[in-house]
């Protein structure tokens, strides 16, 4: 933080919960009260990001330490946060940066700061125009947060990397580029407990330990769900030992090229957590995208739904969650379960990125909070040999079945649930 005071680029890498946003923000605070600039940026990877957590930041962000001295308001469309400064009112901007048309959104403004969290998941073209968007600046400043990712990622090579090379090279000067790297363990208002609830949410064998608390930049190797693989008969139950179920939620992949069809079942059964998630059965139906059949998948969901209700009496199934790329399979399967007196709701499934998706499988793993019914061996075989491919990419040439596997996500707290598909 003391280095950031006369740095231009600093850099926060590390480990989740390090205090990484928090450094900057107070420091990027601090100089706002003289900066000779009018306008500054404040940006995430989306809008409700930056102001979650640089204009809150845990009750430690910009309207904290502002207090009455700063107000959110709009300026020329955009999400603003005005502030009375030493100096002045003070103008900041915030905004995402992570779709690719994102920079259209701060153009026509210079900016003497830039603070940006998350700033790998920014588009590149928003980073260059966030760049160029300050070269006019009185006093360039720029601050930046990240959690690693992989070692050849665009961040590095375009930016992080280049700079420090700079710097080694004396092509600039040490004070350009102010980088800084942490660890959970470095932050010390988490205390011992805590830090061992985290801790424990993880499987030391993952990218993602060493990632979110180590801090280190690593390459996705090898199994994606190695705890699941090394046992996988920890995790495979009877149908007769399920236990009490609240509501069921199907997922379904449509195939596409050579990939297959597939149905999900997984149970939701309330715990200490919020819900803990047992698979009960699966449906593979064979065909591509220009083979699909859609008369054929109406009826195997229909018949797929009769074999649940016989298999689980009185518990409900709440969604049915469809790839959303293919509209028209979605609207003739709704339109069918209608006519047979189906209660469950057909609605698009939520895509998250996919490093998101794997790393909340893996969570669930490792918590014991996902179960699979023995007979669905597919998804059982899908995830055992599940592989990392270049660039943090799952697998996809044929060797493995991530059809089955394909995990997306859906809030295990309150009302909405999710699927394995």
Known sequence: MSRAYSSVINVAEGAVRAGKTVDNVFVFAALLENSPDKFHLATGSTLGNAKLNIGDCNGLGLEHIFGKRCRWTKYRGNDAMAVRTKSGERIIIFAGGKNSDSYK???????????????????????????NRQLAARDRRIFWDLNPCAP???IYTAHLDRYAE???????????????????????????????????????????????ILGERCAAEGLIYRSFADSPDEYMTDADDVGCLDFINIGVDFGGNRSKTTYVAVGFSRCAEGYSLTVLDE?????????????????EMGEFL??????????????????????????????????????????????????????????LIIRKR??????????????????WGENDRRLDNFTSDIDMARPERRKLRGKAGGALT
């Not at 449906?283 to 009826?299: A, F, M, N, Y």
């Open 105 to 131: 959104r701060i153009r026509g403004n210079s900016y003497g700061m830039w603070i940006a969290t998350e700033i790998n998941l920014h588009s590149p073209a928003f980073i260059e125009e966030a760049l």
């Open 152 to 154: 050849k990622s665009a």
């Open 166 to 212: 700079a710097v080694k090279s004396g092509e600039v000067s040490e004070s350009f580029y102010n980088y800084a790297h942490f660890t959970i363990f470095d932050n010390p208002t988490i205390s011992e407990k805590r830090l061992g609830e985290i801790i424990a949410q993880y499987d030391k064998s993952t990218i993602w330990y060493r990632r979110d």
């Open 283 to 299: 449906c593979v139906i064979d065909g591509g995208k220009g083979d699909i059949d859609p008369t054929k998948i109406e009826r």
């Open 306 to 363: 009769m074999k649940l209700r016989e298999k689980y009496p009185g518990v409900s199934v709440r969604y049915i969650f469809a790839d959303c790329e293919a509209q028209y399979l979605i609207n003739g399967l709704r339109k069918h379960l209608k006519r047979l007196g189906e209660t469950a709701v057909v609605s698009d499934c939520a895509k998250k990125p996919i490093l998101d998706r794997i790393s909340f499988v893996n969570r």
């Open 370 to 387: 996902l179960k699979i019914v023995k007979t669905c061996t597919h998804l059982r075989d899908g995830l055992c040999t599940a592989l």
